[in-house]
Structure formats: structure tokens, C-alpha cells
């Protein structure tokens, strides 16, 4: 266990100041060449050498014909190369000094046999100058705090707090633009590749102590030291939340799991103990994944299970009354005294049963402010869901026909919008009680993006939203039962799936 | 059962040539005018008729004081009018001989005994001028092929083919817009409040006979006629699929089903028995109905259910495979021949397991043309499964880079894309296999809107294209065993779920 993050090899790889790069020329189309244009446009601050045999200056970078000539010994080498010279490379590293990589070239374990003893030659020569290094057939490293993104696709959206230590380099490169949309960001993402000298236990230990990172997410396909990974989720998951989504738990997911890395997928049974034990949350699907991160990341603890539903319309109300009911939750009636306070702001029509059913609000403002203050004061309640549309529809509409121009419409309207969340914003941080919004709009009109962009969590599906919210609730249970687990008994513990 | 779609009391409600409209005014924040407006906003071109005792104009149309005044009698009646004048407004509409309705205003059998003894009177003034009616407490309809939408929120996106008989109104008016973001739209949908007259199973057999509508989706909190309901859709499901969302499974889901249109939530367990006898497609949660609609309206019949997965990153195939396997899908090996093609196109680094992994294309127009022929012509398989990422932000990349003027970068991308879609799109209709996308990407990108607009589904996480894959077998498999009862079995079956 690392005492603080700067032991973790994976804290010059993930912060490093300067960085060899090898494999980008001026051949647009190479892998090298786009994985360096990511990391330029995002404006990393480090120093950056490209290495190329011929070429003198590689998008704008002066380039070396070779290591030895750096200047400086650069804390990180990113080696793009094709598979026949990595060794040499690594060697060459090895050599000037350079003590962390990334090797995104594949050719390795993941193509049978004759890669396998490639790969055991490029640990040896690792180990021999004491390299530690990501991949080999990864895509590296992401780190958005650092405006550090060596990967293919261009970040989006500002940094956040999901670190991601993940088996596919696609689920860090592809996903910048998802996790934006959804309402989150990586503080920093680790694609592991083969996973010949770090693998996702180094870098669950390293999202543990990094302090950008609320909660970890995990793809898995198979995990090598499954000993360690309980004995390093278990440490972690007392103070910090652990979502994973583990593929290969069909007969079909396992056969694609193990085209892909070369890792030995095990059966579904077995993953399910080793989370279990270790406090990580299971996830099915990848939406699931960062779902369950999106809510763990964002939400107090609640103090139990009883979810009040605020709702302007019966059929969305009743859908996330099923949706909560299937995933546990209790929908309890309200207070005589909170029935009380509704009925004196809410029209006849209205339902103060549990969905509550505002339906057509006499002063649609009391919808972000006095409702939903009167439902986080009901004893009898631990969450809030409270389902939005979108009000810039009917607001252009009815100030279009009273002849106010479009552009002072939309500028009106945006306007109420902000005050709305902000007023929200406002009344629920009072009370310290889990909200959560769900829509069947888009998450990019201005309602819900500005909930998100306000840290609260909004699905496009009630039951997104709760299976979310059981994710919450199961880990608080999950870790109170690990942080009662000592020292001790981990260590007596039978190791579980040694890969 | 009806021979042809004009005896259907509901053609006159769905296709009106004129209208007389109560409740609206130039008021407006009234539901009234709010729903009058977006009938007239989306251009709705038979006669409008507002009836109010005090206005002369109401949105630029001539207002009479009576539907008496009126100067012919018009083919429906739309009522937004306070509870108490609803019974008195429906006799005067009955002896101006008007026999259609809708009745929108709330207050009856859903709001306790007193709403329900008014609801009675209503019906009985109805039966008593042959009135058919649609309500009350409900939002009526939309027809989108005949830009009638006199329902509260405007309508998005051009006119569709999914037929909506739905016990919310919202689920009609706050639709819109998720359709049009999914890939469909609205043949037609219609509100039917608490079925006083017009209940689900008649919008069952009227959406059966609409041309314009491929598939019909449900949204029930309760069924009044089982038997009629299983008579009906069994004559529908064997020419057109229909999807059932059923809210009111789980205790707290029934309570809230019972608040909203007073209707009698029956067992789950009942209502699944109802939907396999019926050949009808159960789904759980409203993206659901809708991911399954989409596929039920676009795929041809599967021949069986082994699918190739095409993707260009491991993570994603892996993921899809896994829920595909989760589904019950087999994913067939390829065949000698099959792989020998590719492999003379495909780099050495890519897998042609399934999933077939095709990295990174020599030349990324072979991912839309070649590859996906290829393996469209393997024997072995049934459905084709696609992987798609957005190419532009790459192309704006590149071609960024090599100094192209952004506005001519955007230009050139969209081309290319566009041309990517149209060659896709010839090449998978050339076998009359399914074929599915999935993207993390947002539906709205060019790549994932051209395949929709061409009637290519995608879906945003490879679970859903899985499970609605699996509902396009279960359908087919269903109506073979529907086909095959005869009627006369029909008439011999117990009922099974009066309300």
C-alpha cells in the first residue's frame, strides 16, 4: 500500500514535466502523429521531444534523432513505434536514463505466442534499468488537471473527478465526449493494454491517494493479481467509491475479452466475490458504469432508503415509481403537515400522494424553490427524484405571441432558466439529502446541463436515476461492513483468482 | 374487430376536417391556448372553430359565443373547459350534432366518488347524442401525418411511424422531441385519460388499420377489457408489432398507477400473461418501449439469431458481445472464406473473431463499404451489429493541420460522412439482414442522425441495441405462434383481467 501518491509509479506517468515521444512525424495519418496533436491542442505545459530518425521538427516541436541526444532525461517516454523496434527503444530509454513509459505499440501478448516472448524480452529489459510502464497495446494516460492527453481523440469538457483505470483504451480515448455530455469528466483516466509491469491494481491504488478523483471506475476483463485487488479496493473503498464494470461473465463476452488483451476472463461467479468482498460496486453495462459514478461522485451518503417523487405529470411519475420500487426503495406517504404546506400552494388537480404530482403549478417558480423545499423537510424521507422538462418551449411560445422579439425571448428565457437552477441549487444544498433528477430530454438543453453542471446528478431515464441511487445506497452498506473488516482477517483470507 | 380504418370511432378524432376548440382564449398561460397554439403552430389545415363567450378573436381565428353559432357542425369537439361546465358544453356539442370528442379537462373519476358520479353523467349525455369520445383527463391526440397537434407541447421532427395508445397524456406531448432524438417520430398518438368511451383497445384497432403506423406501443397502468384486448391484438400482432409498456408491477409502481387515471393496476403477472397470449412485446421501462419500437419498425425478419459484431476498438466489441450473449444471441465464428476476404484488406493487428475488430482501416472507407459486404454475405449469420465513433472530429483534425480553412474543413467532413451513409446504407440493403448500430457518441452527430434518417437504428450502449434485437426475434417468433391460433380458439378462452 502506498503511503502517499507520489510512490506510486504511476505518478510520473501521470504528471510527468517532460516527455520523449516516439512514433509522431509529419504524416498526419500515423497513430503517433494524431495520439501527439491530442496532446498539443489540449496545451500540455511540460516539455515535449519528438524523436524521429529524419525529421527536424515534428508539429512545431524541435525533433531528435534519437534519445541520447535530449537535452534532459524526460520523466516519461511515449513509444508509438511499430512492434519490431520497441525493445531496442525501450533499451535506448533504458540507457539515457528514463525510468517511465507508455508503450501503445501492440504486437504483444494480445497476438499469441510469438508476441507473448516479445513481451517477456521487453520486461526484461524494464526491469534490467528500472522502467515502469504502461501497456505494451494501451493507449496511456489521461490526466485533464494536468492538460495531459497523448491519447487519439481530443479531449472535451473541463476536468473532473472519475478516475478510470481501464483494460480498453477506447473506454479512455472515446469517452471524453460521453462523460462530458452526461455530466462528468475524467480527473484521470489509465488505459492498462497488456498489462506487462502496471496493471489496474497499481492504478486503483494510485486514483485511492489522487486527490482529483472522487470515485474510481474500473473495466475489466480479467484481473491477474486478484489477491492484491482486494486487499488494495478493501483500503480504498472505506473513503472513496469503486464502480466496475467486468466483461466476460457470458460465454460470448468471454471469448471477445480474451481476443482482446489476452487475459484470462474468468467465470462471472467468482468477480462477483471478489467485488463483493472488496467494496466495488458491480456494474452491467458501461452507461451503468459511469451512471453509478455520475451518483457516487456527486451524492451525500442518505440516511436510508425512502425516496420522495416530485413530478408534474401521472405517466412519468408512475414510471419512476416502478423503476424505484424494482430497484428496493420505499415510497413513503407523506406527513399531514407536508400535505398540509402543499395544498396550500398546489391547484386543486394535484396529487400529494407519493409520486407527488404538482401538475400545472399556479406559480411555476414554487416547482425549483417552495416544493422542493417542503419535501426535504419531510422527516419520513431520505432522497429526492424529481423529474424536469425543458420550459424554454413554452416560454418562447408565450413570449413570442405577446411580440417580444426572438432574440430578447431567448435571451428572457435563458435568463429564468439559470435563476431556476440556481434557486434549486440552493434550497436542496440546505439539506444535505441525495437529489436526483431524471428528463427524457436532451442532457444539453440548458436545464439539465446547468443541474449537472451544478454537481447534480440528472438521467434520461427514471430508471437510470435509480438503479444510480441503489448503487449509492448499496456502497454506503458496503463500505461500513469493509471499514469493519481488520487488517487481520484480510491477510487470512485464501487468495481468490490468481490470473 | 374492424374491416377498414374509417369505422373505427376514433377516424373522425384523428383525421377531424374541423374543429370547435372550448377553453381557449387570448389568455396565454391557459391550457386552452397553450394547446391551441401548437395546433396552429404546426400548420394544421382544416377549419378551427374557438368557442368563447367573450372574446371575438382568438389567435387571428373568429370565436363564436356557442357552438350553436357555429356556421356548420364541425367533425370534433376539443374541451378544455373548467369541470363543472364539461357535462352542460357536451350536450350543447351533442344537439349541434356533433359526434366526436375529446374531452381534456381533469376532475372526474380520477379525483375520488364525486369525480366518478360526474363522470357517469357525462358518459350518459354522451350515449345519449352518439358521441364517441376520447378523455376525460386526457391530452387527446396527435396526428403528425395531418400536422394536427392540438397537445400542449409543440411537435419535433417530421411524422414517423410509431402508433402510441397511451393511459399518460405525457407520454404523447413530452415525447416529441425523445422520438425525434431516437430516430422516429409519431404516425399517430393518442392521450386517453380514464377511457370513459374510448378506451386503449379501440386506439389498438384503429392504430392496427393506420397505414402510416408500423409498430404500436402501449403505455398501460391498466387494462378494463382483457378479453377485447387479447381478441384484438391477436388480430393485429401477425401483420404489425406491437410493444407494451406496463406500469404497475411493483407495489409502490401500483400506487402510483392507482393515483393517476383511477384505473385498477392488476398483478403483473396477469398482465404478462395477457401480453404472451396476445403476441404482444412487453417492455420495462419507457426507453424501452421506445428502443424496441424502433427496431420492431425498421428490421426486416431475422432468419435467426446469430450476429456478426463489426467494430474498430476492442472495449466496445467486447461490450457488445457481452450483451448480446446476456440477450441469448449466438455470435457465430466466421467462416474460412470470410476471413480469407478480410484479411486482404484488414491490417495484421486486426481480429477477425467476433467480434470482428477491424482496428485501424488501411482505408477507413472500407469500414462502410467492403467490411460490412463481406460479412453480410457470410452464411453463418443472421444480423450484423456496427460500431460506430464519430468521424469528424478527426477529419477536422487532419485536414486542420494541413491548413485547410475551417469553414471548407467542415464542408469536405460532412461530405465525406455523408457519402460514408449513402454507401452503408446500399451495400446492407442489398441482403435484407438487420443491421444495428451503436455509438457512445451523441445521436445528433451527422454519422449516428444519417443512419437514423435512413432507417438504420442506433443506439447508444450495445445493451440497448441488444435487447431490442432480442425483441425483433421474440416478435417474430411470437406472431408464428399468434398465426397459427384459430379463431374459433380465441372464442373458447377464458378472459382473463376485466377491470
Known sequence: ?????????????????????????????????????????????????????????VRGYKAYQSVEDLPETPDLAIIVLPTDVVCETM?????????????????FKEVGPKGAHRQQKLERIADAYGIRFLGPNCLGVANLHLK??????????????????????????????????????????????????????????YLGACPN???IALY??????????????????????IVALYIGGSETGKRAGLSH???????????????????????????????????????????????????????????????????????PLLSPDTIKKLRAILPKTASTNNPVDVTFSKNPLDDFSTIPDILL????????????????????????????????????????????IEIFFDVIKRYGKPVVGYTYR?????????????????????ERAARAMAALIEYHRLREKIAAISTQELEDEPACAEG
Open 1 to 57: 500500500m502506498i503511503a502517499a501518491i507520489e510512490e506510486s509509479p504511476l505518478y510520473p506517468i501521470v504528471n510527468p514535466k517532460s516527455i520523449a515521444f516516439f512514433g509522431a512525424s509529419n504524416n498526419f495519418n500515423r497513430m503517433g502523429s494524431i495520439m501527439l496533436s491530442s496532446l498539443v491542442d489540449l496545451g500540455y505545459e511540460g516539455r515535449i521531444y519528438p524523436i524521429h530518425r529524419t525529421e527536424k521538427e
Open 91 to 107: 533499451e535506448a530509454c533504458g540507457r539515457k536514463g528514463i525510468k517511465h513509459a507508455i508503450v501503445v505499440s501492440g504486437g
Open 442 to 462: 436532451s442532457l444539453q438543453e440548458q436545464m439539465a446541463r446547468g443541474l449537472l453542471d451544478h454537481g447534480i446528478p440528472v438521467y434520461q431515464d427514471p
Open 213 to 215: 478523483t472522487k470515485v
Open 220 to 241: 475489466i476483463e480479467g484481473i491477474r493479481r486478484g489477491r492484491d485487488f482486494i486487499h488494495v479496493a478493501r483500503s480504498i473503498t472505506p473513503h472513496k467509491p
Open 261 to 331: 488483451t489476452g487475459a484470462l476472463a474468468g467465470p462471472d461467479a467468482v468477480y462477483d466475490g471478489i467485488f463483493r468482498q472488496s467494496g466495488v460496486i458491480r456494474a452491467t453495462t458501461l452507461s451503468e458504469l459511469f451512471d453509478f459514478s455520475l451518483a457516487l461522485g456527486t451524492l451525500p451518503k442518505p440516511r436510508g432508503n425512502r425516496v420522495i417523487i416530485q413530478t408534474h405529470s401521472g405517466g412519468p411519475g408512475a414510471a419512476a415509481s416502478d423503476s424505484l420500487g424494482r430497484s428496493g426503495f420505499e415510497l
Open 148 to 205: 495531459l492527453n497523448p491519447t487519439p481523440i481530443p479531449a472535451e469538457g473541463p476536468p473532473g473527478f472519475v478516475g478510470l483505470a481501464s483494460q480498453s483504451g477506447s473506454f479512455v480515448t472515446q469517452m471524453f465526449n460521453y462523460l462530458h455530455r452526461h455530466g462528468m469528466g475524467f480527473s484521470t483516466a489509465l488505459s492498462v493494454g497488456n498489462e506487462a509491469n502496471i496493471d489496474v491494481v497499481d492504478c486503483m491504488e
Open 377 to 420: 423537510q419531510e422527516e419520513h424521507t431520505d432522497m429526492l427524484l424529481v423529474y424536469f422538462v425543458s420550459p424554454e418551449a413554452f416560454l418562447h411560445r408565450s413570449s413570442g405571441i405577446l411580440g417580444m422579439p426572438p432574440e430578447e425571448v431567448r435571451h428572457v428565457a435563458q435568463q429564468l432558466v439559470a435563476q431556476n
